[in-house]
């Protein structure tokens, strides 16, 4: 009985592995008949191929060292105009916001209390002139009377002494008419230098004083006129040296955005002391401001001319990459990038000097840097944007 049970059994295991291969077989025909890699070597990555990039070449040529900061417009003389006696306003003759010139009349205070003062300093004087013309009558009289011994010494000694306190209470009653004088001109408020004139103050009617702080009007000098600018610590050498050559530095004053020269003036002088809270240093500079565009207390950009590098060669700062080793660039040759170390000079704007590590004419990458390596192939493209098939890999399409 167990030998008429084994033989089904084989079969039927024969008959599953038969069925199983044939499985297998039709899988594998199917397979053959569906589109596969070329034989050959396995291809590279997309991300292997050539890289686009946009190049610039290296230019020879003057490069000017400058030093850039904000500044304010500060007028190199403001004047808060006072009155130096006392008394009623009688008078206001300047207009508001008016150019005046050192001298100018702008105002009267009532003068007639001062010429009453003057007055009877005059009349003192005289009083006291008269005085010492008898005194000196007497004296030459006392002298002839002594020559005769006809009077004491001591008469005469005091005779003389009264003459010459005469003498001094005249001097005195002439320095009173001097400051009468002095004192009736001040109703006459001049302008004391030259200038745009601000908003008025004080209206007249009113009683002024010399202790009033606000005063009758303020005088700013518009022309010339300076900016006060900061430097770093760090620029602090260069500005010194070319300060020390006895080269007038040229400075230029921008708008606010940077894009418009406003004015040119020169660097008048540096502070004498760093700031340590902010480790800056205060420079004055001054404009002649012959057309008023520069008005106090705007703020401008400053460009401060230091030198200027002759035949320095310069690539835009956005080529220049940073890395462990220093600075470098991507270089072009035989469509292949190649990285080269260099040694980088002032910044001018959007330009920079390179020292050493390039030549006049040179392709530098400028745009396109980011997949590259040293002896990558690269595709040189012109225009805004590159083509597609270097910006980034083709797709196959489905089914090719």
Same mark, same amino acid.
């Given at each position: 009985m167990p030998e008429t049970r084994s033989a089904p059994f084989s079969r039927a295991r024969l008959l599953w592995v038969l069925a199983l291969i044939l499985l297998?077989? =039709?899988?594998?025909?199917?397979? &053959?008949?569906s589109p596969s890699a070329p034989v050959g070597p396995m291809p590279r990555s997309a991300w292997d191929g050539p890289v686009a990039v946009r190049v610039v070449p290296a230019v020879?040529?003057? !490069?000017?060292?400058?030093? $850039?900061?904000?500044? %304010?417009?500060?007028?190199l003389n403001t004047v808060t105009v006072r009155s130096r006696v006392e008394g009623e306003l009688t008078r206001v003759l300047f207009e508001e916001g008016a150019e005046v010139a050192r001298g100018e009349l702008l105002a009267e205070i009532d003068p007639q209390p001062y010429r009453v003062a003057l007055a009877q300093a005059?009349?003192?004087?005289?009083q006291n002139q008269a005085q010492l013309a008898g005194a000196e009558k007497d004296l030459a009289l006392y002298r002839r009377l002594h020559e005769q011994? &006809?009077? *004491?010494? /001591?008469?005469?000694?005091? /005779?003389?002494?009264?003459v010459n306190q005469l003498r001094g209470t005249l $001097?005195?009653?002439? *320095?009173?008419?001097?400051?009468?004088? !002095?004192?009736?001109?001040?109703t006459r408020i001049? *302008?004391?230098?030259? =200038?745009?004139?601000?908003?008025?103050?004080?209206?007249? =009617?009113?009683?002024?004083? %010399?202790?009033d702080t606000e005063g009758l009007v303020s005088i700013t000098q518009m022309r010339p006129i300076g900016v006060l600018f900061t430097v770093p610590e760090a620029q602090l050498d260069g500005v010194r040296t070319a300060l020390a050559?006895?080269? %007038? !530095?040229?400075?230029?004053a921008l708008d606010r955005n940077g894009d418009q020269i406003i004015a040119t003036g020169r660097l008048l002088t540096l502070d004498n002391q760093i700031d340590l809270a902010t480790g800056t240093l205060r420079l004055k500079a001054e404009f002649a401001n012959d057309d008023s565009r520069l008005f106090p207390n705007q703020f401008v950009n400053v460009r401060l001319r230091l030198r200027t590098l002759p035949d320095a060669i310069t690539i835009p700062t956005d080529a220049v990459q940073y890395g462990s080793r220093g600075t470098y660039v991507y270089v072009l040759r035989d469509n292949k990038s190649y990285l080269r170390a260099v040694t980088l000079g002032p910044i001018d704007g959007d330009r920079v000097a390179v020292l050493e590590g390039l030549a006049d004419g040179e392709p530098v990458v400028l745009e396109g840097m980011e997949r590259l390596r040293d002896g990558r192939d690269v595709i040189v493209v012109e225009g805004d944007s590159a083509p597609a098939s270097a910006a980034a890999p083709r797709q196959r399409p489905a089914g090719a």
């Open positions: 297998l077989g =039709g899988l594998w025909y199917l397979l &053959s008949r020879a040529g003057d !490069l000017a060292v400058q030093v $850039k900061a904000i500044g %304010t417009v500060t007028p005059e009349g003192q004087y005289q011994d &006809s009077i *004491a010494h /001591q008469q005469l000694n005091q /005779q003389v002494a009264l $001097k005195a009653n002439q *320095a009173q008419i001097d400051n009468a004088r !002095l004192q009736l001109s001040w001049e *302008a004391p230098i030259d =200038g745009r004139l601000g908003l008025r103050r004080i209206d007249p =009617g009113n009683l002024v004083s %010399t202790g050559s006895g080269e %007038t !530095l040229n400075v230029e």
